[in-house]
């Protein structure tokens, strides 16, 4: 079986997840492209040898017969409406993050996919792919360093452009530690708080660079991220996880140690699609298996909302220097 798949934003990512349905996993075809630059979508079209055709408009690309599953990689704004048309023709369909730029966004999808009454979204959230996030979650489920009780975490890049601003270190960057950390933890978040210590000299003037977000759980477990966005030697995500009886880290990716000229090194990746690679393939590959077997089990519309709701009180306490109170509704039994 093959899932026909149209994609809706040509650019970074989408022709990352494009090379990898169409070269590296099974049972997709990439049949329908959308962007609102038609000449990338011809150059992807070529450069991956993919003969899909291209539509001018997006609905069009959703309401194809042709077209079994939505895939939406364009910018974060035009998410919820490609969303919401995708569900409402009754197709599945792949959401990178944010599945909206509002939580009442993420409400409105959630909506329209319990009136279908199934199931149709993933939120690509890849990080509970990964196999070091899984192997962590792991040791914490099997109680092998007792209760979780703090964690120190970091979402460091080598460098950002210009266009990168102080709340895009919430929505673009600490994004991805609200969703995996909620997921390792299996909690939720009630109040949150931003500080800034002193800034990096390597940062625009627009940008407060680094910034350290502090979270508590509903279950009392206290989270610092660091997130230094122009920390230069490298993209680096660390987790360590403190315990009643012990600490867990998370697995540094694979690199060779070399010894030579006095010297002790190993790499460190500089690019964050090579730090996730394998779990973006996981995660698609789920996807697909789930799209043809018409049961999507990655992560939720909920998860998408639940980020959200996090979001925006990061961003408010970014704002105020306040803690925030971070309060959602009770999960919907549809999402349990
Ligand atoms: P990008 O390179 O700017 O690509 C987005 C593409 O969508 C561009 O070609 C853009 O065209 C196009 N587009 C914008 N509005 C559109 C519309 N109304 N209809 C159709 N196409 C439209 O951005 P990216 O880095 O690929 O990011 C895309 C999304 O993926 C973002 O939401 C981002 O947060 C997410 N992302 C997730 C991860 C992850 O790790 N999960 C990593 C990277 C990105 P123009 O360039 O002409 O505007």
């Not at 909690?187 to 390597?202: E, F, G, I, M």
């Not at 990716?253 to 460190?268: E, F």
Request: glycine share 6%; net charge negative; proline share 4%.
């Amino acid at each position: 079986m093959i899932l026909n798949l149209g994609v809706i934003g040509t650019g970074a990512i989408g022709r990352e997840h494009i090379r990898r349905c169409s070269h590296v996993l099974r049972h997709a075809k990439v049949v329908a492209l959308n962007d609102i630059n038609r000449s990338q979508c011809e150059q992807v079209n070529r450069e991956l040898d993919l003969q899909a055709t291209i539509y001018d408009n997006p609905d069009d690309l959703i309401a194809s017969p042709s077209v079994q599953a939505v895939m939406v990689t364009s910018w974060g704004p035009t998410h919820e409406a490609f969303v919401l048309a995708a569900v409402n023709a009754g197709k599945a369909v792949f959401c990178e993050k944010p599945l909206a730029v509002t939580a009442q966004g993420c409400m409105n999808i959630i909506e329209a996919e319990m009136a279908a009454g199934k199931r149709l979204v993933q939120v690509g959230f890849m990080r509970p792919y990964d196999s070091g996030y899984r192997a962590l979650k792991q040791v914490l489920e099997q109680g092998e360093i007792g209760q979780p009780l703090m964690l120190h975490c970091a979402h460091r890049n080598p460098s950002v452009g210009e266009a990168y601003t102080t709340d895009m270190a919430i929505t673009d960057t600490l994004i991805h530690e609200l969703d995996v950390l909620r997921w390792l933890l299996n909690d939720d978040y009630v109040s949150a708080q931003v500080v800034y210590p002193r800034k990096t000299s390597r940062a625009s003037s627009h940008l407060n660079d680094p910034q350290i977000v502090l979270l508590e759980t509903a279950q009392g477990v206290r989270i610092d991220v660091e997130i230094f966005v122009n920390c230069q030697y490298g993209y680096d995500i660390q987790c360590e996880v403190v315990g009643e009886s012990g600490i867990a880290r998370l697995p540094e990716p694979m690199s060779v140690q070399t010894r030579r000229a006095a010297t002790l090194a190993s790499g460190i990746l500089t690019d964050w699609k090579q730090r996730f690679i394998a779990a973006y393939d996981v995660e698609l590959q789920d996807f697909i298996t789930g799209a043809l077997a018409g049961q999507i089990s990655g992560p939720s519309a909920w998860d998408g909302y639940a980020a959200a709701v996090a979001a925006d009180a990061c961003l408010a306490a970014q704002n105020s220097g306040d803690i925030v109170a971070i309060s959602m509704p009770a999960r919907p039994a549809f999402y349990a």
